[in-house]
């Protein structure tokens, strides 16, 4: 065979090969059978990965997923869970595991959120059960440094958005959430009582759904603290019902009554400890209130979420009057 036939056989040859093995990686795997999912822990080697995803059936073969970890060897393959949910091509798997497209719920919690709300959100995501998370949440050692008297994770359950596997387990979402507490109060630079504050910024949170407002709130519940007044507050008259399990939407003088210490109605002071969990907005009203002289608030009649505050009583009977006239066209 003279030497240039025998080169365009060879040429002819890897590029059918060439050919051949970019159809192989290029293509979806015809044979996917539908969701799956495969986790790689740290320092899995790129063959037990190849054969991983072979075994379910992400791959036709561990040979595909090589072939293409050989087109790409400088690339870190990332450890983590991956869920595939269509036929993808070889490429296409290789480039997500090398990306680091890991799987993962996202659990919203936004500011003024309690554990019980948490629970259900949590639960919604189907990786544990309600009860199981406020188990986790009624245990406060997690912030016993920072808050001995602390009664429970309430308050330290820092609101923000998390990233949640299919295996995270409810002490290992708490630890997040307490975690991200520790670093939002860092920047608050304070030597203020964390119980003390958080507490307060809890009712602040719960009352105050206007930002500007929060350090006027802040500062009517601190003048009646400062003059032994009950704080009269409606947020943790319902969170006492919550914990004794009989809130039904709705305040009921029962509940008013209620000998729950939680009742900020009948008990004098701050309540055990925080009702919900606030944001560092309301942390800030706390330990910047207002220069004000306020001991009431009411909602204005005009459905704006805005406060009318008032300094002593026959002008605050006059504002809900208001209120409720308003209430009642």
């Known amino acids: 065979m003279k030497l240039g036939l025998r080169i365009g056989v060879v040429a002819l040859a890897a590029a059918a090969a060439a050919g051949w093995c970019g159809w192989r990686l290029t293509r979806p795997y015809q044979g996917f ?21 072979a075994e379910a059936g992400v791959v036709r073969s561990r040979w595909d997923f090589l072939l293409a970890r050989l087109l790409s060897p400088m690339r870190r393959l990332r450890a983590g869970e991956y869920r595939f949910d269509r036929p993808a091509s070889p490429i296409e798997v290789f480039d997500r595991i090398a990306r680091g497209d890991v799987f993962y719920y996202t659990l919203a919690v936004p500011e003024g959120k309690n554990m019980f709300d948490i629970a259900a959100e949590a639960a919604n995501l189907r990786i544990f059960t309600a009860a199981q998370f406020l188990e986790a949440a009624r ?25 949640v596997g299919r295996h995270t387990t409810p002490a290992a979402l708490c630890r997040m959430m307490t975690a991200q507490f ?43 603290l400062r003059l032994g007044m009950t704080l009269d507050c409606d947020p943790s008259t319902i ?18 009554e209620s000998g729950n210490p939680y009742n900020t109605y009948r008990h004098g ?7 919900a969990n606030p944001g560092l907005d ?41 209120y409720r006239r308003g209430r009642r066209k």
């Open 239 to 256: 969170y006492a019902a919550l914990l004794d399990e009989r809130y039904r939407g709705t305040i009921h003088r029962s509940d008013l």
């Open 282 to 322: 309301a942390m800030r009203a706390v330990l910047a209130p207002a220069d004000t002289d306020a001991l009431y608030f009411v909602l204005r009649p005009d459905g704006s979420g805005a406060h009318q505050f008032s300094s002593n009583k026959t002008a605050h009977d006059a504002a809900v009057a208001q």
């Open 182 to 224: 520790r670093e939002a109060w860092s920047r608050l630079d304070s030597s203020a009582s964390p119980h003390r504050t958080v507490t307060l910024a809890s009712l602040v949170e719960k009352e105050s759904k206007l930002p500007a407002e929060r350090p006027m709130v802040a500062a009517v519940f601190l003048n009646r």
């Open 139 to 163: 245990d406060p050692a997690l912030i016993r440094d920072l808050d001995p008297a602390a009664p429970t994770l309430e308050g330290y359950l820092f609101p923000s958005t998390y990233r």
């Open 269 to 275: 002071g701050l309540p055990p400890g925080p009702i």
């Open 33 to 53: 059978s539908g969701e799956t999912f495969v986790e790689f822990p740290r320092g899995t080697g790129s063959r037990a990965l190849a054969a991983s995803l």
